[in-house]
C-alpha cells in the first residue's frame, strides 16, 4: 500500500490482483487518456466532470461514475478546490467472468444506486480487504448496468440550445414536459438524451447552472451570498448553501473564506 496525505493506493490477491484507489480533495487534472480496466469510481465529495470527445457529465457526490475499459476521457473537479472519489480498477475478463462469460462492452456511464454506493464503499473498509464475497457481490451488481442501448439515429437535441433557452429565465420553475416539448422530443426521450449527454436530470443541470453563475459572482464579489440566493431563484440561505455544498463539497460561506486566504489554481469557471 502507497499513502500520501491525499491518495491511498491498495492493490489486492484475488480478482486479478484488483486495484482500489482513493483521493481527496484532487485538484489534478487529468487530459485525455484511457486505461485497459474498467474503473468504478464513487464521488465522496463535490462534483467531477468527466468528458468524452463529444460529451461532458457533471457527475456529483454520493454517485457511481463508471469509465468504460479503453475510452478516450479526461477528469477534472467543477470546484478549484477539488472532489474526493473513490475507484476500483476492474479487469474487464473480471467482469466477463460474472456476466455468464459474455463479454461487457460498456456499463452506464452514471449510476445512481444509493444501495450499490454503500456496497462499493464498504469494500474501502480494511476489514473487508480480503473479502473475496463482498467483491464478487458488487461484481455481480455492476452487471446488471451493462448497456444494451442501440442508437436509432434519432436526432439529439443541443445542451448549448439549452443552455440558451434556460438563460433567458432561470429563476422560473419549468416542468420536464415543457421543456421537452420546447425540443421537440417526448417527455421519456427527453429525460433519457439529456441525462446520457450530460450525467444529470434537466432539473439538476439547471440547479447546477445556477450555481456556478452564483459562484462566479460570489468570488468576483459581485453578489453576497444573501443576494446570491434570492437573485438565483433559491428558496433561502439555508437551501443555497446545501445545494452549493452538494456540489461542491463546501458551503459558499467556507469557499469565500478559503478565497479570500488563499492562492489556488483554477480549473473550471
Known sequence: MKKSSDFIFKKLNFLDQIELFEANQDINYFPFHQHNSFCISLITSGTEIFERKTEKLYI????ISITQANEVHKNSSLSELGYSYKTIYVNPEILAYFNDGAKINSIQAVIYDSYLYTQI???????????IYAFERVMKS???YKKTYINNGQKRFSIDAFENYIAKD??????????????????????REFKRQTGISPKAYIT?????????????????IV?????????????????FKRF???????YLNVFQNSNFIQLNS
Open 248 to 254: 461542491y463539497g463546501i458551503t459558499p460561506r467556507e
Open 142 to 144: 455492476l452487471c446488471h
Open 60 to 63: 456529483p457526490s454520493h454517485t
Open 208 to 224: 447546477l447552472y445556477k450555481i456556478k453563475k452564483a459562484k462566479k459572482d460570489l468570488k468576483l464579489g459581485k453578489k453576497s
Open 170 to 191: 432561470y429563476t422560473k420553475s419549468v416542468g420536464l414536459e415543457h421543456l421537452a416539448k420546447e425540443f421537440y422530443l417526448s417527455k421519456y426521450h427527453f429525460s
Open 227 to 243: 443576494d446570491a440566493t434570492y437573485a438565483y431563484g433559491f428558496y433561502d440561505v439555508s437551501h443555497f448553501s446545501n445545494t
Open 121 to 131: 464503499n464498504d469494500l474501502f473498509k480494511k476489514e473487508n480487504n480480503n473479502n
